[in-house]
């Protein structure tokens, strides 16, 4: 938890916005940044992906998809 609390006190954004060339790109980079770290850091503390069932597998997948498409198609 203090971890992600340090990394989230953190605002990078007023630099992406300022020096980026595709502020679409990077938000998505963040969004896609935020939800694997999240899911990484509830597999590894709480042994979760061994409690994952198949719908919970099948929305993890969706998502991540559907975050690769985004990017195809932005």
Do not use: E, H
Request: net charge positive.
């Amino acid at each position: 938890m203090w971890s992600m609390w340090a990394v989230g006190i953190v605002a990078p954004w007023p630099l992406v916005s300022r020096f980026s060339k595709n502020l679409l790109f990077d938000g998505m980079l963040y969004d896609i940044i935020l939800f694997l770290s999240y899911a990484i850091a509830l597999g590894l503390i709480t042994n979760g992906f061994i409690k994952f069932n198949l719908p919970q597998w099948i929305g993890f997948s969706l998502i991540v998809c559907g975050f690769l498409i985004m990017k195809l198609y932005s």
